[in-house]
């Protein structure tokens, strides 16, 4: 029986069910971001604290740089030394040495698990370079036949579902609360969004001093689940 290829919009948003699921091997659920010292400390502990704290980061911190370094791989995903530059560039951001790690492990898994599709770049482009999550992210989503848009709120939301997946473990909340945050953080995230879509790189930076000492706290943390 010969199989009906199908239509590259239909194949592309299976693509991206499979990009964005939990099931998806990036290691992603031994990463909280520093979440794992915020619950310790204190500052997050019911729906209410979490919202708070991930939306933040989407307005002020790392996962709002990320949104815009991403912007930039999805813009640049052919053109293998630009992608190379903005690797660097990415990688110099990090905040920490848990922050470094967090996206670079993260995304070079993520770029060998989608090496599955026709859609990411040959072993020899990639040798020499460190690959951040962002950077992997934009990069496959452009090859895969993913609008900007989509590709944006694609990362954001695999951002804050796998900080939300930490803290149902963590605090601990339940899976409705989880669900209940999820729902409450689609506004904040469709305006990081609509956000990023003005910003280039110049507007890299953050002001969640909060959550980078957080990350580095979590190095010296006595007992912990998460890597970061």
């Known amino acids: 029986m010969t199989e009906t290829p199908l239509p590259e919009a239909g194949a592309a ?3 991206l069910l499979s990009w964005v699921s939990p099931a998806f091997p990036t290691g992603g659920y031994a990463y909280s971001h520093g979440l794992e010292w915020a619950v310790e400390s204190g500052d997050v502990m019911d729906v209410a604290t ?11 911190g790392a996962p709002g740089s990320d949104l815009i370094i991403l912007q930039e791989a999805w813009s640049a995903a052919h053109d293998m030394p630009r992608l190379r530059d903005l690797a660097e560039f990415a990688c110099a951001c990090a905040s920490s040495r848990e922050r470094y790690d967090e996206t670079v492990y993260q995304g070079e898994a993520f770029l060998k698990a989608a090496s599955v599709w026709p859609v990411t770049p040959d072993p020899s482009e990639l040798r020499g370079t460190r690959w951040p999550l962002p950077v992997t992210q934009g990069l496959v989503f452009r ?3 993913l609008a900007l848009e989509q590709a944006l709120l694609s990362g954001g939301y695999a951002t804050i579902a796998a900080l939300v997946s930490a803290a149902v473990r963590l605090v601990p909340l339940g899976q409705t609360d989880g669900l209940h ?5 689609e506004p904040r995230l469709s305006r990081a969004v609509s956000v990023t879509e003005h910003r280039t790189l110049d507007d890299v930076g953050g002001a969640c001093f909060r959550s980078d000492l957080a990350a580095m706290h979590h190095e010296t943390q006595t007992t912990r689940l998460f890597r970061t």
């Not at 979490?50 to 002020?60: A, R, S």
């Open 143 to 145: 090859r895969g036949g």
């Open 13 to 15: 948003f299976l693509r």
């Open 50 to 60: 979490l919202c708070d704290w991930i939306g933040c980061l989407l307005e002020h």
């Open 181 to 185: 945050a999820l729902a409450k953080l």
